[in-house]
């Protein structure tokens, strides 16, 4: 077998399994921006200059950049939950609840209290500095990170 041989089947089987195409990126970013965009223009140029219109003259031109994110992200998400097997998607919440039931073992509930405790305690210590307000923020941000993706966060 030769080298470009061995090349054109690994980029064969990365492409079968790519959850989503770059097809599929520009017509999310496409429905993103005429869902963005108040006269539904699927150009991002025209939505972009609408909003930067907007800030320079503190106008409201009525783009709706948060409405427009979401809806490209909604249907990257669909598309990629389209593409992806059955089989694959199981094997990672297998993987997800190992992974889980791993750490509720090794970090019982009292113990994320406490540092959940310690962390709180920390963060109130640093606000009452104003020039660490960045360095709280930051803080929050990573408990928050570190807390909701493992299923660490307190749920009462």
């Keep these: 077998m030769s080298r470009d ?8 089987q990365f492409n079968k399994q ?3 195409s770059r097809d599929d990126v520009k017509n999310a970013t496409g429905d993103a921006t005429q869902n963005a965009h108040p006269s539904g223009s699927r150009d991002p140029a025209d939505a972009a200059g609408l909003a930067a219109q907007e800030q320079r003259y503190d106008q409201d031109q009525g783009v709706d950049a948060a409405g427009g ?5 909604s249907n990257l998400r669909n598309t990629a939950s389209e593409n992806v097997p059955d089989e694959t998607k199981d094997r990672a919440r297998e993987y997800r609840n190992r992974g889980q039931d791993y750490l509720r073992e090794k970090l019982p509930k ?44 307190d749920s009462a």
């Design 69 to 73: 994110a979401k809806q490209g992200l």
């Design 5 to 12: 041989k061995l090349r054109n089947q690994a980029r064969s």
């Design 18 to 20: 790519k959850p989503f």
């Design 110 to 153: 009292e113990r994320r209290e406490q540092s959940i405790w310690r962390l709180k305690k920390m963060i109130v210590e640093v606000q009452g500095h104003p020039d660490c307000m960045f360095n709280s923020s930051l803080c929050i941000i990573c408990c928050l990170l570190y807390f909701r993706p493992t299923g660490h966060r």
